[in-house]
């Protein structure tokens, strides 16, 4: 979920199985007049849970990639490109790297911290 958005039946939701253990889930908010976007590459863990290892967090205003790097922290990457183009990218990313970045995840399991909007940033 992102911090700062309410959500309600506002929200669209869309999950995408690419193997066993790794889907991607996006979700779509609409507040105000902003509308958040987030795409997650998540892997199934032993405990029967999803964990988001890659996420792209997408507004109008601000827009980053958050990876799961090897060792457990989060790398934070600011995307600065308009909302449909960062929101393109975003899909062609996971879905031509999804193989890369589980296997990049499953070499070191990390932290399993809650996510937080770019640069522990609330929406306004």
């Known amino acids: 979920m992102i911090e700062g958005i309410v959500y309600d ?32 590459l998540e892997i199934l863990q032993e405990d029967g849970n999803w964990f988001p290892i890659v996420s792209y967090k997408i507004t109008k205003y601000q827009s980053c990639k958050i990876e799961i790097v090897r060792d457990g922290r989060r790398k934070f990457t600011d995307i600065n490109l308009p909302f449909q183009q960062s929101r393109q990218m975003s899909e062609n990313d996971l879905k031509r790297n999804w193989q890369q970045y589980a296997k990049g995840y499953l070499i070191v399991q990390p932290m399993r911290s809650k996510f937080q909007f770019c640069r522990r940033e609330q929406l306004q």
């Open 9 to 40: 039946k506002n929200v669209e939701e869309q999950t995408t199985l690419l193997a066993g253990d790794c889907r991607i889930n996006r979700q779509v908010a609409q507040r105000d007049y902003d509308i958040a976007y987030l795409v997650n």
